[in-house]
């Protein structure tokens, strides 16, 4: 009498399918960055676009998998013995189950760690959106706004009191200070009281020579480029957001239905590597 085939727990033999299974996929992948880094000619520039190569690099990457779940299900199969297709499918499942865990240990979980960057930065850009804003108003106001030392603002504005406060009798620093502070208050605040809307006219028609209904449409043309400015910011940020999350959601249906053919690529090997009962007898 023959010995019975040799077949090792089913613990060992569903670890030994997913160590397999791991091990040949990267192998092929090996073989896929070798292939693709030979289609490279930078001297000719006969080289695939970058749409051709992604597109190539993830068909690839799913083959390999599927080869390596496929082998992996088989070896798990075979070493454990069964002849039952149940037990050999959830062998199956098993192997499909470790290899990815143990994938997703070695890589650093890679597709969580995308779609946690791209949450974040969908959430940086929404967030950005009151300081672009402001941002926006700042860079509308052009001359009449000078950008200042937060101290140099501080002494210009205490000049600026010690002359007496009359636009016309203060220096050009001394206005440009206290014209800065008024719109930095408008940028912080939304609007300003109708007193500082007041001076801040006197001060921008004193400093450009203007009349007071031309320094008041000036502010108010700034005020509209600014509002146009920041309302166009915020769009292009939700168009951003928007972008982002649905590059995130497409990302992973199709990692969900990598996964699923994965799983069903080991439980066919799994299949496929089952003992008959006939070869059982035969040994027996």
């Given at each position: 009498m023959r010995p019975p085939f040799p077949h090792a727990s089913p613990g060992g033999a569903v670890f030994a399918g997913g160590i397999v299974a791991i091990a040949v996929g990267v192998m092929l992948n090996v073989l896929g960055v070798a292939i693709g880094v030979s289609t490279v000619d930078a001297t000719t520039g006969d080289t695939p676009s970058a749409s051709s190569f992604g597109i190539g690099g993830g068909i690839w990457l799913l083959v390999a998998n599927l080869i390596g779940l496929g082998v992996g299900g088989y070896v798990a199969a075979r070493l454990s013995g069964t002849s039952d297709g149940t037990d050999s499918s959830l062998h199956g499942l098993a192997v499909w189950g470790i290899a990815f865990l143990i994938s997703a240990v070695l890589l650093g979980n890679v597709i969580s760690g995308a779609a946690s960057t791209v949450v974040q930065g969908a959430s940086s850009i929404l967030g950005g959106v009151a300081q672009g804003a402001g941002q926006a108003v700042s860079a509308a106001a052009g001359p009449v706004a000078q950008r200042l030392d937060p101290q140099q603002l501080v002494d210009r504005a205490?000049?600026?009191?010690?002359?007496?406060?009359?636009?016309?009798?203060?220096t050009s620093d001394q206005r440009n200070a206290e014209i800065a502070s008024l719109l930095t208050r408008r940028v912080t605040s939304g609007n300003l009281p109708a007193g500082d809307r007041e001076r801040l006219n006197a001060l921008v028609a004193a400093e450009y020579n203007l009349s007071p209904q031309e320094a008041q449409t000036r502010l108010q043309q700034v005020e509209q480029q600014a509002t146009q400015t920041a309302q166009q910011a915020e769009q292009a940020a939700r168009q951003a957001a928007d972008a982002a999350a649905t590059a995130a959601?497409?990302?992973?249906?199709?990692?969900?239905?990598?996964?699923?053919?994965?799983?069903?690529?080991?439980?066919?090997?799994?299949?496929?590597?089952?003992?008959t009962m006939v070869a059982v007898r035969r040994y027996a």
């Open positions: 205490q000049a600026a009191l010690r002359a007496g406060g009359d636009p016309a009798a203060m959601a497409t990302a992973a249906y199709w990692a969900f239905a990598a996964m699923l053919l994965g799983a069903v690529a080991a439980v066919l090997g799994a299949r496929f590597g089952t003992r």
